[in-house]
């Protein structure tokens, strides 16, 4: 079980030696900006790296919505991230699920994921897996409760879609953590990353506010099991100070 952190996008492989961590996770750009990743100055030493290496797209992504001043930025994000992504050998990237808006279908919002899909296929497909997230909040989201997660991968689980499973957004969308791997394996077949964060709010609250793992609202055994269920490599998203206890706890909890 490999374990590790989402870090500081500078220095990625000083920031993992600095938690003990065997997975980094980072931003290639601003999280904020669509703009286009320039060249990762540390780009030769990532891809020699034997630590496994993840890419979170920018915040603004939101391939499900019906507004094209939002989705067509998107997919063009998207694709040049996935670029950017593959050029420093990382194994995945992250993308949310997004939402539509109130009054507007979410069987529209599914269908953008498709076609985005269907379109880079055309293209030659991705050159490297795309792992959508699950969200915490949002009524028109497309992978905050889990039955329409079922209907988004109906759309898009042929063309190899792989997903990240995060604890925090469950927790906050009002799905138990017990059992949930199963649940999630039963709709996407597969959990390809773990994003394993405690909350700041209790049970169903909508709000995306992570914790480490000791000081949140989730039991850090609860949060174990999950880890130990998924088989899958993981990345705590914690607050920084407290992010080689988090990974030092995860390796203790399942005896590594």
Request: hydrophobic share 40%.
């Amino acid at each position: 079980m490999r374990i590790g952190a989402h870090v500081r996008d500078d220095d990625p492989l000083a920031a993992a030696r600095e938690r003990g961590a065997e997975v980094v996770q980072f931003f290639l750009a601003d999280p904020q900006s669509w703009k286009k990743p320039p060249e990762h100055p540390h780009a030769e030493a990532l891809r020699a790296t034997d630590l496994d290496v993840f890419v979170h797209s920018p915040y603004p992504v939101n391939i499900a919505s019906m507004n094209n001043r939002i989705r067509i930025p998107s997919r063009k994000t998207v694709t040049q991230h996935a670029e950017g992504a593959a050029a420093i050998g990382a194994k995945g990237l992250i993308v949310h699920g997004g939402h539509v808006t109130k009054g507007e279908d979410p069987a529209a919002g599914i269908e953008n994921w498709r076609k985005f899909f269907e379109r880079q296929v055309k293209e030659g497909g991705f050159p490297l897996p795309i792992l959508i997230e699950n969200t915490a909040g949002g009524d028109n989201a497309m992978a905050r409760r889990f039955d329409m997660l079922a209907r988004l991968w109906d759309a898009v689980g042929e063309f190899d879609a792989g997903f990240c499973l995060d604890t925090c957004h469950a927790f906050a969308a009002g799905e138990d953590l017990a059992g949930i791997v199963d649940r999630v394996k039963a709709i996407t077949g597969r959990i390809d990353l773990v994003h394993l964060n405690n909350s700041r709010d209790e049970f169903g609250s909508s709000r995306d506010r992570h914790a480490n793992i000791g000081t949140g609202t989730i039991e850090p055994e609860v949060l174990a099991a999950v880890v130990a269920a998924a088989g899958a490599p993981v990345v705590v998203e914690t607050p920084s100070d407290g992010q080689a206890e988090d990974i030092a706890f995860l390796r203790q909890a399942l005896g590594g």
